[in-house]
């Protein structure tokens, strides 16, 4: 019979081989053209901006780790096929004609040279791929720098965590990647080449394959030997169900079982390796049913048993020492120590005249911030826009500035260039990249001032002035306010990802930057990079798809293009290893608009230290809401703001400083980017004076201190001392009961905090800038702590916690009373039915005179207006149990200092915890005893509204109640129509207009 010749691959003639050659390098190009484009752009970025040695860094550590990792493991994938290959058998018997391994081993031996450089290859390219990313980590093992500080378990400084252990798993999985890859390479291999077969009962092993297969197993046992060494510090990384650390049973356990287990590994490889040479595989197989046995028995059952019948019973006891360590780490860790944070007992209520409320606490009542910068970006939009091509953020900033003598607060924002706002017909290329290409002007308004009494028609608008570029082309600024030299702003919040402008050089009579109605403008500042040549017009053109850029005259040689133009773009492309600020800032230092950003340096390893979720920390209800960008949602136990960055608003020059120049992590960074970041002493007076404690920060370690504020044990154990943010306590505006309905079915976000200037805790005569935030019992809505961090250089970080032992209220049930009082609900229904909006802003808490005082400014959106923008019409103000209800701040306080404000009725037994008090029966209407019926039936149905409202209010149901009100406006207004001459029955809810989510810091 005729056996069937064994099939290769078909033999390709010249010309196809060349097809084939030209397909693969087009094919390559394809693949590797955009990222070698990207590069280019990359390269000429980092060079405008002077950081070109971050990026070669970078780029020359990743290709290092590429070609080590593409080398090692390629390399050993390699060596293990050609001992595959010099140990076959030298006669492989064949099964049959149609034996499909003789088949496959004819093909590999006729493109031998293919098979074993390509695979290899391709395995080290995969590798290389993935191993370059985890450049950081490398970086920063080269560059590691002691704490100063050892774990509580084994002594070693905190710097062996944070930094070395990384880096060594790191290199253990790669080892681990390595020696499986290599195994599977070889069985593979030693099957196709006759050196295992499957033919007989059991099959056959020949002896060179059991020789290289077990000594590459034997690899692998003693790498877990290894990994059982390093095991034994993640046990302080470990996450338990109330804290991160080494447990009791990991302690007592688990750590002793990773010893055993690292001993037997050992004894399991050494086994290997006899049995390889011994050509005894039945003490390899032996060695790892140990293993595995003792994997079960010792790593797992027995610090289960201990767990459970143990450890659980007696939790507490157990457990005290591993959370003792946990509570230390935890405070170092996020920067929350007893040198930083100062707490004292605070009465939270009147302890003082109110005479003397105004003299000691003048520095606070003085200060009081009236304009939500969440709330007014649409009124500085109507007011200042000056062009529809301008525009502002959603949010705006608070700042403090010294004029004329006098430190005051301000409302801040740049007016930017927003090409969303250009009409429909104007937005082709040359408007949008080479005509409108900048901003103009900063515009800001003293934070605690309305231009006229808020019940005048055109007043309770924000007193604005600017500094910007006049129509004649000049520069003005206004009188007695803050100097502007340079208003043009060409990087900005408003710039999006792919938004470009081309600047610079144009030649006379070509298009020119829109400036003013009369000048024209060419950019003079250092940013940008170069575009005149032919080359880099190739490359951009290339870069945005945009075939203009070759082709549009007005480019001429000195002309330049601008691009990633927001400043959390630019910092973090020039600090990557920095974990950036949500929300940038403009400040005017020196008279030029500067972009001041916070870096933070963060670790997920600190031995001990609590996680977090970094985006469910800073998380609140401006983040839920879209208004201010949101962090990453990675875990983190250690974060510092080590650096502050500027952006300048003109040229976009980005420059780093070193704040906290004690931090290990800044100074590991710092030694892998020598040169970049520069010393707090190059900080100029001006900029430091703008400096603010950071949001996204103070969140972060208000959200840590809720918990670690407790000093014992077994209170951190059992969680009855816990704090939290509190609620936000405003909801969507809303005109109906069915709004009102829908908005009370929406989730609830934490209060955002607020910079405010007022009174320094400690020294209330003392005004300082200062970032604040209350903080409420877990599960309660009354008051806890009020907490509080200076901004200002002499006290900058200084954590004041003002703790209350008494249940005084808190933010959410402030807002309750607030609506529920008279003479506010009876207007607020005013407005609901003349179909006017009221917005409420940020509801701000202060220290005053041993109590609390509560501010909320309330705004109103006409419905007549064609555009509808806030204008604040009152102000709300608690005090002492007083509601405060005015036109103006100054009226609103006296109310409450004087005695003349509503008074609340003390809480009762129907309060739910939530801040929802019953309201005191309403007298109903006066009756006669003869009564029509339709009068009647008026009457009952208040008296059925008004009980109604009562038990609304007492369960929290925000839609019942706004039903109930628009029953008893109803029921109200039928008893005055057929009730002519009797008095209308008064009232006493809340408005059915509820607030909306637009606090701000």
């Not at 930094?163 to 020696?179: C, H, N, V």
């Not at 006017?836 to 309330?858: F, I, R, S």
Request: proline share 6%; charged share 20%; net charge neutral.
């Amino acid at each position: 019979m005729a056996t069937r010749p064994p099939v290769g691959l078909p033999k390709l003639s010249r010309r196809s081989r060349i097809l084939l050659i030209v397909g693969v390098v087009l094919l390559f190009g394809l693949i590797t053209g955009s990222r070698l484009l990207d590069t280019y752009v990359n390269w000429l970025w980092f060079g405008e901006v002077n950081f070109r040695n971050v990026y070669s860094t970078v780029l020359l550590t990743r290709l290092g780790l590429f070609l080590a990792a593409g080398v090692v493991v390629g390399g050993v994938v390699a060596l293990n096929l050609y001992l595959a290959y010099r140990s076959r058998p030298v006669f492989v018997p064949v099964s049959g004609p149609d034996d499909p391994v003789a088949r496959y081993r004819t093909v590999v031996m006729r493109r031998m040279r293919l098979f074993a450089i390509g695979i290899p290859v391709f395995i080290g390219l995969i590798a290389g791929a993935s191993a370059q990313a985890d450049w950081q980590q490398v970086q920063l093992f080269l560059n590691a720098q002691p704490f100063g500080v050892t774990d509580p378990q084994f002594g070693h400084d905190i710097g062996f965590y944070a930094f070395e252990l990384p880096f060594y798993e790191w290199l253990l999985s790669w080892l681990f990647i390595t020696t499986a890859v290599s195994f599977i390479g070889s069985v593979i291999a030693h099957y196709l080449f006759g050196g295992i077969r499957l033919a007989g009962r059991g099959g056959q092993l020949s002896g060179p394959a059991r020789l290289h297969l077990v000594l590459v197993a034997g690899t692998f046992v003693l790498l877990k030997a290894v990994a059982y060494f390093f095991d034994r510090y993640e046990l302080l990384l470990h996450e338990n169900e109330k804290f991160v650390g080494a447990s009791y049973t990991d302690l007592n356990a688990v750590l002793p079982a990773k010893l055993i287990l690292l001993c037997i590994a050992v004894f399991c490889a050494v086994a290997f390796f006899a049995g390889a040479f011994m050509r005894n595989v039945q003490l390899p197989a032996i060695a790892t049913v140990l293993l595995v046995l003792s994997s079960v028995l010792v790593g797992a059952a027995w610090p289960a048993v201990l767990e459970q019948f143990s450890v659980k019973p007696n939790a507490i006891q157990k457990e005290a020492e591993s959370i003792k360590r946990n509570l230390a780490a935890t405070r170092q860790s996020f920067g929350l120590t007893d040198d930083k944070v100062s707490t004292k007992p605070y009465e939270g209520k009147q302890t003082v005249t109110n005479d003397q409320i105004k003299t000691n606490d003048a520095a606070t009542l003085g200060n009081i911030r009236l304009l939500d910068p969440a709330v007014l970006s649409r009124t500085f939009t109507q007011f200042t826009q000056l062009r529809p091509f301008y525009g502002f953020p959603t949010k705006l900033d608070v700042d403090r500035y010294k004029v004329d003598d006098k430190l005051r607060d301000y409302i801040v924002a740049v007016r930017e260039l927003k090409l969303d706002s250009l009409p429909q017909g104007q937005r082709d290329w040359i408007n949008q990249h080479l005509i409108y290409t900048h901003g103009n002007g900063f515009v800001y308004a003293e934070a605690n001032k309305v231009n006229a009494d808020a019940d005048q028609t055109n007043g309770g608008y924000p007193d604005f002035k600017t500094g910007e570029v006049a129509p004649d082309g000049t520069i003005r600024n206004a009188e007695n306010g803050i100097r502007v030299d340079q208003p043009r702003t060409y990087y900005g919040e408003l710039f999006g990802v792919n938004d470009y402008s081309i600047v610079g050089g144009r030649p006379q009579g070509s298009a020119a930057e829109y400036d003013t109605d009369s000048k024209s403008y060419t950019y003079t500042g250092a940013g940008g990079v170069p575009i005149g040549n032919l080359f880099n017009k190739l490359a951009f053109a290339a870069y945005y798809g945009e075939r203009n850029i070759l082709f549009n005259q007005s480019i001429a040689d000195d002309s330049k293009i601008l691009f990633k133009r927001t400043p959390r773009d630019r910092v973090q492309a020039v600090a990557p290893w920095l974990t950036v600020d949500s929300d940038p800032y403009p400040a005017v230092v020196n008279g030029r608009i500067t972009w001041i950003v916070d870096g933070y340096t963060t670790l997920d390893n600190y031995p001990y230290a609590q996680r977090t979720q970094l985006s469910d920390a800073t998380n609140d209800s401006l983040t839920a809401d879209g208004v201010v960008a949101g962090q990453a949602n990675k875990p983190i136990n250690y974060i510092r703001n080590s650096v502050k960055a500027t952006v300048d608003a003109y040229d976009g020059t980005v420059s780093l400083y070193a704040i906290d120049e004690k931090d290990p992590v800044l100074k590991a960074w710092m030694g892998v980017f020598p040169g970049t970041v520069k010393s707090a002493g190059e900080v100029s007076e001006e900029l430091r004076r703008h400096f603010r404690y950071p949001e996204d920060l103070f969140k972060v370690q208000r959200q840590i201190l809720s918990k670690y504020h407790v000093q014992s044990p077994s209170d951190f154990y059992s969680g009855v001392s816990y704090w939290a943010a509190p609620q936000d306590p405003t909801i969507d505006n809303v005109t109906t009961a069915q709004a009102q309905q829908d908005a009370a079915s929406k989730r609830r976000d934490a209060q955002p905090p607020f910079y405010v200037l007022a009174g320094d805790p400690s020294e209330p005569s003392k005004v300082r800038f200062q970032l604040t935030s209350p903080l409420v019992r877990e599960n309660r809505e009354f008051m806890a702590a009020y907490v509080s961090v200076g901004s200002d250089p002499d006290n900058y970080g200084k954590i004041s916690v003002l703790q209350l032992n008494t249940d005084a209220k808190g933010p959410q049930q402030i807002q309750t009373q607030f609506l529920t009082s008279d003479n506010v609900s009876r207007e607020l229904n005013l407005l609901a039915q003349q179909k006017t909006t009221v917005v409420y802003g940020n509801l701000l808490t202060l220290p005053v005179g041993g109590a609390l005082l509560y501010v909320e400014p309330v705004y109103i959106e006409r419905a007549s207006n064609n555009t509808s923008y806030p204008q604040l019409s009152k102000v709300l103000v608690w005090y002492g149990d007083r509601v405060g209800y005015a036109s103006t701040l100054g009226e609103a306080l006296e109310q409450v200092l004087s005695g003349t404000g509503a008074v609340v009725p003390p809480q009762n037994g129907n309060n739910n915890g939530n801040g929802q008090t019953s309201t005191p029966p309403s007298t109903t209407p006066p009756t006669n005893g003869t009564l029509s019926p339709d009068l009647q039936k008026a009457v009952n149905d208040i008296d059925s509204a008004l009980s109604d409202i009562k038990k609304a209010q007492s369960s929290g149901d925000f839609a019942a109640l706004g039903q109930a009100y628009q029953r008893l406006d109803d029921a109200t207004k039928r008893f005055k129509q057929y009730n002519t001459g009797a008095a209308s029955p008064p009232t006493t809810g809340q408005s059915s207009v509820a607030p909306s989510p637009t606090p701000s810091g």
